[in-house]
């Protein structure tokens, strides 16, 4: 049942039950992105608990929220008024709706990423903004475990994306990774341009609570080096995307 549990949790993504530093240092990028799209209408895609969802309400016209699973879905439904339960897949959302659409560490859980990625396209409004955060390659951890010898086994997995795709695929079957050129295929042939795309590593808020001052002084050191070549190491991308076009 446990070892269940954890599959679950691995193949859908754990969202966060609670709001810490990493959360806000992530929402601050996420208003600096969308600007005054955060007075228009909003769509959190794969909202979770509804965290990120509740706090972009507080000054959107509209906010909808969207989660595969019922059960967080419902949950989210107690933190913002409008939540669907559904695939991002096949959005039951009419084009060019919204203002700003928010991926928090999503696509790489979907059964199509490339056609998550076109139906988030689809229903922003001609120079609305997508905001995305995904896992990075080039970090050194799988963070959401790996299969091995028919087993889910849990926790931060050093190297494994390092690994030739085909074998980094065996093992962790359940969650992809992205490099740059990944995305740029995702967004292959859309009515869509990039405004800005980085990388970044994590707050460490766990560490921080273990280990106090240690912990705050390698989130310290890390976020400096996103400053430098050297983020291609960092955790997730982060990318803002405008729509072009009226159709997606």
Known sequence: MENSILQKAAERGVPSQ???????????????????????RIFVDGCGVGMYLARLAENAVQAVGLDIEHERAREAHQRSEQVICGAGEALPL??????????????????????????????LKPGGRLVLFCPNRGYPFETHGIYW?????????PLINYLPRTLRNRLAPHVRVYSRSDLLRLFADLP???????????????????FGWAGRLLRFILQSVEKTPLRIFGLSHFWVIEKTAGRG
Do not use: C
């Not at 010898?149 to 997995?157: D, E, L, V």
């Open 18 to 40: 609670v709001w810490r530093a990493g959360q806000e240092r992530r929402l601050e990028m996420i208003r600096e992105a969308a600007g005054e799209r955060l007075k228009g």
């Open 94 to 123: 009419p084009e060019n709706t919204f203002d700003l659409v928010l991926s928090h560490e999503v696509i790489e859980h979907v059964q199509d990423d490339r056609q998550a990625i076109i139906e988030m396209v689809r229903v």
């Open 149 to 157: 010898q028919g087993k889910y086994r849990f926790g931060n997995i």
């Open 192 to 210: 869509v341009k990039v405004i800005h795309r980085t990388v970044i590593f994590g707050a460490y808020d766990n560490l921080i609570q273990r």
